[in-house]
């Protein structure tokens, strides 16, 4: 870096989810000039101390075609002092990918056990977001195209398990299920307080880097899946119907392989651009 350091923020109206600021990161981390990068998935804009002009960063983001744009440029301010402090957002991360991970085992086994597409849905969408911000933190201090490849694996990953749960719905709504209403309110109930947590703990260091924000959003929006999940749970018990869970099952799979497709739609386009410079 050399003496004169600035501040660019940049707003990218296409970076809505965690997999799209992992590629923003990818694109800009090689640049020699970049130092540091914040995102902020809410407001959908990138905060890059770097040297030099902001063409650069617009060029590296071009083959993303997320319509970057500068919102702001100038010299960066001298007090440093309010940069969070990545260890302890790195903790609280792991804290939350646990909670994930834990909530896709136990969704699973109930899943298959209660007969609830719904649950076994759900249990892939709490896989997927743990896997997002696990692999993100392995390619961390990578070379870029190992984290290309750490976002293509993830994105297939989830494409290939959503896919699973879709062909089970398909053959369960042919053969028949039998869902346990109780078990699917109660494990709903539960990945709602695991997703309760996951908020608290993550809402002070929102702000901050390192997928903070996009999981403070994802765990937000997952509540309400959750609380789809125990509707779905009580319709079972009052109609006798496996039709709400199925539903249930259908609805959150197609979610998770949208947000596996867009991972890997974006991540070529991260490979191509990166081919081209």
């Not at 959908?44 to 997320?66: E, F, K, N, Y």
């Not at 694996?153 to 709504?173: H, I, M, N, P």
């Not at 899946?225 to 259908?250: E, R």
Request: with cysteine; charged share 15%; aromatic share 4%.
């Amino acid at each position: 870096m050399g003496q004169s350091v600035n501040r660019t923020v940049l707003r990218i109206p296409g970076m809505d989810c965690p997999a799209d600021e992992q590629l923003v990161r990818m694109a800009l981390s090689p640049l020699p000039q970049v130092d540091d990068i914040r995102c902020d998935l809410v407001e959908r804009t990138v905060a890059v101390l770097h040297d030099g002009h902001a063409d650069p960063l617009l060029a590296a983001l071009t083959p993303l075609r997320m319509k970057a744009q500068v919102a702001s440029s100038g010299p960066a301010p001298q007090d440093r002092s309010a940069v969070a402090d990545e260890g302890d957002d790195r903790r609280v991360l792991w804290i939350v990918l646990a909670i994930n991970a834990a909530m896709f085992v136990v969704e699973l086994v109930v899943g298959l056990w209660a007969q609830s597409a719904g649950l076994l849905a759900d249990s892939i969408d709490m896989l997927a977001d743990a896997s997002v911000y696990g692999i993100a933190l392995a390619a961390v201090g990578g070379t870029l195209a190992a984290q290309r490849r750490a976002a293509m694996v993830s994105g297939w990953f989830q494409l290939a398990l959503a896919l699973l749960v879709l062909v089970e719905v398909a053959r369960r709504s042919v053969s028949g299920s039998e869902p346990l209403s109780a078990a699917i309110m109660v494990t709903g109930a539960l990945a709602l307080a695991a997703n309760t947590a996951s908020v608290v703990l993550v809402a002070p260091h929102r702000r901050d880097g390192v997928h903070l924000r996009a999981s403070w959003i994802f765990s937000i929006n997952d509540t309400l899946a959750n609380a789809g999940l125990i509707a779905a749970g009580a319709l079972v018990a009052i109609t006798g119907s496996a039709v709400p869970d199925l539903i249930m099952g259908t609805a959150i799979s197609l979610l998770v392989a949208s947000g596996a497709w867009r991972t890997l739609r974006m991540a070529s386009s991260a490979a191509d651009g990166g081919e081209a410079r």
